[in-house]
Every structure is written in C-alpha cells, then in structure tokens.
Nanobody, 129 residues
C-alpha cells in the first residue's frame, strides 16, 4: 500500500516556473520498484497524461504539449518525485495529480491512468497574467 501526496501548486504568470513535489510513503524507493506519473485535469476537460518515470528511472515519457518544458525526477533519499515546470502557458492551468504503481515492467513507463493504483488528492496550478 502506498500513500501519495502532492504539494507545490500555486499561481504563476505565463513564462514562469513552478516545481511540484510528490511525497510517497508506505514503501521506500530504495527497496521497492515504484513507477510514477503526473496527470492533470483542467476545468471541463478529462484528466490527461503529463509525464512518467519508469520504476528503474530507465525511461521518461512526456506528453507532446509539455515536451522540452517539463522534467520529472526522483529523489530516492527523500522518497519524493518532482515535476519541474518551465515556460508555463495559460493552457497549463489544471489540477495536477501524482500517481504511483508497483506493478508492470520495471524499465517502461505508462501513460494509462488505470496502470496506477495509487493517487494523490491533486494540487492546483494556475497560470494567469
């Protein structure tokens, strides 16, 4: 069983940067292979994939809309995953969710929501001028 908790959301102007954190508890990155991903949901839209990191950190995967602007990383010592967001656009406004999985191939990522059994409550990111 994993517990997932996001933090770091807020308001920023277009072109700005923001970093989200996802603290995972219940199991440790140092002894458990855990795949993680970020999804987001804008008002009136379905939840969509943003970025994913394979359990072994061998693979990263990004949605085309955030490619070259967002980076997902993992700090094993802190059992935390980060989403670094740069050059933010108005359309990046959404509730961002962190998700985790302990199943599936260790060297691959997944863009599919139902691949992830553990979800956080979400954190709001607002990009406005």
């Amino acid at each position: 069983q994993l517990h997932v908790a996001e933090s770091g959301g807020g308001s920023v102007q277009p072109g700005g940067s923001l970093s989200l954190s996802c603290a995972i508890s219940g199991r440790s990155f140092s002894d458990t292979l855990i795949g993680v991903a970020w999804f987001r949901q804008a008002p009136g839209n379905d939840r969509e994939f943003v970025a994913a990191l394979s359990p072994t950190d061998f693979s990263e995967n990004y949605a085309e809309s955030v490619q070259e602007r967002f980076t997902v990383t993992r700090d094993i010592a802190k059992n935390t995953v980060y989403l670094e967001m740069r050059s933010l656009k108005l359309e990046d406004t959404a509730v961002y969710y962190c998700a985790a999985r302990m199943t599936g191939p260790p060297n691959t990522t997944s863009r599919v929501q139902h691949a992830y059994a553990y979800w956080g409550q979400g954190t709001q990111v607002t990009v406005s001028s």
